[in-house]
């Protein structure tokens, strides 16, 4: 798979193996692509991307790293997939600027001020880009891993990205890997609007082990 210049030092010093941040990459790169031309079958005009990028941000640094502070209001889509008892959470975040440009390619009328106010169709329509973008990363996963995750209903919230990302962790009761996540920055293009999407790979290792045995080989972690 191509280097495209991780750090793995530093990726390594989170208990995160090159081989799995190299199979992640590739998993993020034909997700994203094949979102890319889902989202431009569904708005009806031509969407690029950039190749996403996956860093290790800590926890401290998260929503400050997405958003202008931890008071900023987001959208975010959980989706928690499943295979068996083995778990794989995305979680979505666009920040307000995004989130509005998603409207505006959507719905006719002013643009919303206020994510907070935001009516009905709106959100529906926040969730479903973001829906398109998550499900195409975990057929990746399966494509790559031939396995079969298979994921629940997505959940949109729109609150201050301080109070989700709390939440998130306290209700999932995640695995954090020295308080490390992985992030893939997305960016997707229109001819008149731009969509920055944060994708967040919930910490699991076991999830994670069990993708990259299925992508390796179930001795990898025996071996590598």
């Given at each position: 798979?191509?280097?495209?210049?991780?750090?793995?030092e530093?990726?390594?010093?989170?208990?995160?193996?090159?081989?799995?941040?190299?199979?992640?990459?590739?998993?993020?790169?034909?997700?994203?692509?094949?979102?890319?031309?889902?989202?431009?079958?569904?708005?009806?005009?031509?969407?690029?991307?950039?190749?996403?990028?996956?860093?290790l941000v800590?926890?401290?640094?998260?929503?400050?790293?997405?958003?202008?502070?931890?008071?900023?209001?987001?959208?975010?889509?959980?989706?928690?997939?499943?295979?068996?008892?083995?778990?794989?959470?995305?979680?979505?975040?666009?920040?307000?600027?995004?989130?509005?440009?998603?409207?505006?390619?959507?719905?006719?009328?002013?643009?919303?001020?206020?994510?907070?106010?935001?009516?009905?169709?709106?959100?529906?329509?926040?969730?479903?880009?973001?829906?398109?973008?998550?499900?195409?990363?975990?057929?990746?996963?399966?494509?790559?891993?031939?396995?079969?995750?298979?994921?629940?209903?997505p959940?949109?919230?729109?609150?201050?990205?301080?109070?989700?990302?709390?939440?998130?962790?306290?209700?999932?009761?995640?695995?954090?890997?020295?308080?490390?996540?992985?992030?893939?920055?997305?960016?997707?293009?229109?001819?008149?609007?731009?969509?920055?999407?944060?994708?967040?790979?919930?910490?699991?290792?076991?999830?994670?082990?069990?993708?990259?045995?299925?992508?390796?080989?179930?001795?990898?972690?025996?071996?590598?």
């Amino acid at each position: 798979m191509k280097d495209l210049g991780h750090d793995y030092e530093k990726f390594a010093d989170a208990g995160y193996q090159d081989f799995e941040i190299e199979a992640l990459q590739e998993i993020a790169n034909v997700g994203v692509g094949h979102a890319a031309t889902a989202l431009s079958q569904l708005l009806h005009r031509r969407v690029d991307m950039s190749v996403p990028t996956i860093e290790l941000v800590h926890f401290t640094q998260l929503g400050t790293r997405i958003a202008d502070s931890l008071e900023s209001v987001v959208s975010s889509i959980l989706v928690d997939s499943i295979e068996g008892d083995k778990m794989f959470n995305l979680l979505l975040i666009f920040d307000k600027e995004s989130s509005i440009n998603i409207i505006n390619i959507l719905k006719s009328g002013e643009p919303p001020e206020s994510l907070s106010t935001l009516d009905e169709v709106s959100q529906s329509i926040i969730l479903e880009t973001g829906n398109i973008l998550l499900l195409h990363t975990i057929s990746a996963i399966n494509q790559f891993a031939e396995s079969a995750y298979f994921p629940k209903t997505p959940q949109l919230s729109i609150d201050m990205i301080g109070s989700i990302l709390d939440e998130i962790i306290s209700r999932q009761n995640i695995e954090l890997k020295k308080e490390s996540f992985l992030l893939i920055e997305c960016n997707i293009f229109t001819d008149k609007e731009s969509l920055k999407g944060n994708i967040i790979i919930l910490p699991n290792e076991s999830g994670i082990k069990f993708i990259m045995g299925k992508l390796y080989g179930e001795d990898i972690y025996e071996t590598g």
